[in-house]
């Protein structure tokens, strides 16, 4: 995740927000020259040789070494919980499983990786100093994540009693939403859950991508929650671009 050191504007999150985002890439220098001149961000050394992006200063991601060339390049999203060990058990209850079991990051917290039924895979994040996102849903930050899917009821079933707060409460937040697999991509695509940043114009900023090395996967559409491209960077990544 990132140094000892909490940053302003952070804020505690409650179970089942999204509150942090990181990318496993091959090359971390690539990244952050893509990343930086597409979103504005900057960068600091963090815990375990990986980075921190800041925006004005504050946390808004984390780029990270891939070391195991097997695994897939990809931005994680990571939900907040006050305890990572219960809620990885109630994961595989509910037939989700576990990637990575719980463990310590430093001071900073408690992250582990999880699997839902259809294998789509995101993190979980105890957090001790550091709380995750100090700016959120605005550009250049994460702004929503898509859960696409084979079988959308039985995703609102599981994701609905793991965060039932987070997802259907009166406080929910407006920024989880769940689709087919095929209203965007081949229906054969693995399920898997995909991170939106933040744009002011999602159809120009197409133009910054490819002439940094990224490619387009799925042109500009509009969904119930904005206009959204799905692009790669240029290692591979994937993730959406979102204007609201």
Same mark, same amino acid.
């Given at each position: /995740?990132?140094?000892?050191?909490?940053?302003? #504007?952070?804020?505690?999150?409650?179970?089942?927000?999204? @509150?942090?985002?990181?990318?496993?890439?091959?090359?971390?220098?690539?990244?952050?020259?893509?990343? #930086?001149?597409?979103?504005?961000?900057?960068?600091?050394?963090?815990?375990?040789?990986?980075?921190?992006?800041?925006?004005?200063?504050?946390?808004?991601?984390?780029?990270?070494?891939?070391?195991?060339?097997? /695994?897939?390049?990809?931005? $994680?999203?990571?939900?907040?919980?006050?305890?990572?060990?219960?809620?990885?058990?109630?994961?595989? /209850?509910?037939?989700?499983?576990?990637?990575?079991?719980?463990?310590?990051?430093?001071?900073?917290?408690?992250?582990?990786?999880?699997?839902?039924?259809?294998?789509?895979?995101?993190?979980?994040?105890?957090?001790?100093?550091?709380?995750?996102?100090?700016?959120?849903?605005?550009?250049?930050?994460?702004?929503?994540?898509?859960?696409? $899917?084979?079988?959308?009821?039985?995703?609102? &079933?599981?994701?609905?009693?793991?965060?039932?707060?987070?997802?259907?409460?009166?406080?929910?937040?407006?920024?989880?939403?769940?689709?087919?697999?095929?209203?965007?991509?081949?229906?054969? /695509?693995?399920?898997?859950?995909?991170?939106?940043?933040?744009?002011?114009? @999602?159809?120009?900023?197409?133009?910054?991508?490819?002439?940094?090395?990224?490619?387009?996967?799925?042109?500009?559409?509009?969904?119930?929650?904005?206009?959204?491209?799905?692009?790669?960077? &240029?290692?591979?990544?994937?993730?959406?671009?979102?204007?609201?």
């Amino acid at each position: /995740m990132a140094e000892n050191r909490a940053s302003a #504007g952070e804020e505690a999150y409650a179970e089942g927000v999204a @509150c942090w985002v990181e990318a496993r890439l091959p090359d971390v220098e690539a990244g952050k020259r893509f990343y #930086g001149e597409l979103f504005g961000w900057t960068f600091e050394e963090a815990y375990g040789g990986s980075v921190w992006a800041l925006r004005d200063k504050a946390p808004v991601a984390a780029l990270a070494y891939k070391a195991d060339g097997r /695994m897939p390049t990809v931005w $994680t999203v990571y939900f907040a919980t006050p305890d990572a060990e219960s809620l990885a058990v109630r994961v595989q /209850m509910a037939g989700g499983q576990v990637v990575t079991a719980p463990l310590p990051v430093g001071d900073l917290g408690t992250a582990a990786l999880v699997a839902d039924p259809e294998g789509a895979v995101f993190g979980l994040w105890q957090a001790g100093d550091h709380q995750g996102f100090g700016r959120r849903h605005e550009p250049g930050t994460f702004i929503w994540t898509e859960l696409y $899917t084979r079988d959308t009821e039985g995703a609102n &079933n599981f994701y609905g009693g793991l965060f039932t707060d987070a997802l259907f409460g009166p406080d929910a937040e407006p920024d989880f939403g769940r689709a087919p697999v095929s209203d965007v991509f081949p229906a054969e /695509m693995p399920p898997h859950l995909l991170v939106h940043f933040g744009v002011d114009d @999602c159809d120009a900023v197409l133009g910054t991508v490819q002439s940094l090395g990224g490619r387009v996967q799925a042109p500009p559409f509009d969904a119930s929650y904005g206009r959204v491209a799905v692009v790669t960077d &240029n290692q591979g990544a994937s993730f959406a671009l979102l204007q609201r």
